[in-house]
């Protein structure tokens, strides 16, 4: 089993930079592929980026290529989203999954999940 805790959402300025933390209990983390999703009000919840489990490749959507970057602490258990250049069009809440294989893109496909942290950015 692994639990898995999003911290770091909050409210910023169209622009500016956030930092998403998600950190994971259980054994065996450097062995799961993890992945970032957002969910915006009435819309669906979609994949934003992928890590393997030793963090060798990495997969973002178009929408956020260039502005967000995701990357692993193997040793501390913990997976980050780097985000800057924040656009309204980002708000949401993120969620950290974990356990799909790298191509896995459908939340479903993942079999461990947070409970998500609210990011809004206002312009």
């Known amino acids: 089993q692994v639990q898995l805790v999003e911290s770091g959402g909050g409210l910023v300025l169209a622009g500016g930079s956030l930092r998403l933390s998600c950190a994971a209990s259980?054994?065996?983390?450097?062995?799961?592929?993890m992945a970032w999703f957002r969910q915006a009000p009435g819309k669906e919840r979609e994949i934003v980026s992928v890590i393997s489990g030793r963090g060798g490749n990495t997969f973002h959507t178009d929408s956020v290529k260039g502005r967000f970057t995701v990357s692993r602490n193997n040793a501390q258990n913990t997976m980050f989203l780097e985000m800057n250049s924040l656009k309204p069009e980002d708000t949401a809440v993120y969620f950290c999954?974990?356990?799909?294989?790298?191509?896995?893109?459908?939340?479903?496909?993942?079999?461990?999940y947070g409970q998500g942290t609210q990011v809004t950015v206002s312009s």
């Open positions: 259980g054994r065996a983390f450097s062995t799961y592929t």
């Open positions: 999954a974990a356990g799909g294989r790298f191509n896995a893109r459908r939340w479903n496909e993942y079999d461990y």
